[in-house]
């Protein structure tokens, strides 16, 4: 079964870093691309970074660029996001999804393009 764990969240003051990782299972994560989203409460889940096949492309979303940064380590099966520099804007639920749809590059922020996803790892930050 293709499975999706995401880890790595928790409660960090403002200015501090985390590292999510996403463990995948079922699957081989150099054959496809993963994004990471994230919601907030009250608001809709936003493509936050992208990582294309064997490392091929990088995303990230204007909010996040320069403070995120995406990667994968193929013998473990596992992609990562390292975010440093973090606001309390960037708290929320953060998900890791494999995108099974590819429409256009650009189209990487749409959920609907990505056909499994990680249940979730909270990420509080605290000002």
């Known amino acids: 079964d293709v499975q999706l764990q995401a880890s790595g969240g928790g409660l960090v003051q403002s200015g501090g870093s985390l590292r999510l990782s996403c463990a995948a299972s079922g699957f081989t994560l150099d054959d496809y691309a993963i994004g990471w989203f994230r919601q907030a409460p009250g608001k809709e889940r936003e493509g936050v970074s992208y990582?294309?096949?064997?490392?091929?492309?990088?995303y990230y979303a204007d909010s996040v660029k320069g403070r995120f940064t995406i990667s994968s380590d193929n013998a473990k099966n596992t992609a990562y996001l390292q975010m440093n520099s973090l606001k309390p804007e960037d708290t929320a639920v953060y998900y890791c999804?494999?995108?099974?749809?590819?429409?256009?590059?650009?189209?990487?922020?749409?959920?609907?393009?990505?056909?499994?996803w990680g249940q979730g790892t909270l990420v509080t930050v605290s000002s």
């Open positions: 990582i294309g096949t064997s490392d091929s492309v990088k």
């Open positions: 999804a494999r995108r099974d749809r590819f429409r256009y590059a650009y189209t990487w922020v749409l959920a609907r393009e990505y056909g499994f």
